[in-house]
């Protein structure tokens, strides 16, 4: 069964009317379906909550949806590690001390990193986002990682032809 890490960007579209939830979506079914595996960290849980929090600092939506959206991730994130449908990783002292190597290579955020690095360590097949400038690092940081850009056509094709 084929892995597919999702970056924070990429796992919102799960939760909100936005760009790329139908493709998300797509995902989420095949994971029900067994045919992959969406791999994700606590990091992007934690991020995922502050997206939330964001759009409600900028009036987006209300407190009360945000409430939900964020029990929603939750019961998401539960019910998928449950079912085997989600991966969640940790992020231990390990992880924050060797994902240093992904900085250094990639010049990249060390939030970036943290997600690159446990994509690449977790074996995952495809590392997908809706960071452009991400997947453009991991794409050319030779990391033997399909790296793809959520809204990209020939990006998504691919990974759907491949799974």
Not at 11 to 17: A, E, R
Not at 41 to 68: D, P, Q
Not at 127 to 144: I, P, T, Y
């Amino acid at each position: 069964m084929k892995k597919v890490y999702l970056d924070t960007s990429a796992f919102v579209k799960l939760f909100f009317d936005e760009e790329g939830d139908e493709a998300l979506e797509k995902i989420a079914n095949l994971a029900r379906e067994k045919k992959l595996q969406i791999v994700i960290s606590e990091w992007v849980i934690n991020e995922a909550i502050w997206t939330v929090e964001k759009k409600v600092l900028k009036n987006k939506i209300g407190s009360e949806e945000a409430f939900k959206v964020v029990n929603l991730i939750a019961d998401t994130v539960a019910e998928g590690v449950k079912e085997g449908t989600i991966a969640l990783l940790k992020v231990n002292e390990d992880v924050i001390i060797n994902s240093r190597v992904i900085i250094e290579e990639l010049h990249s955020n060390a939030a970036d990193s943290l997600h690159v690095f446990l994509a690449r360590t977790s074996s995952c097949d495809f590392f997908l986002s809706a960071d452009e400038d991400l997947v453009l690092l991991v794409r050319f940081g030779n990391l033997r990682i399909e790296s793809v850009y959520l809204y990209s056509k020939i990006d998504m094709d691919k990974l759907f032809f491949n799974i």
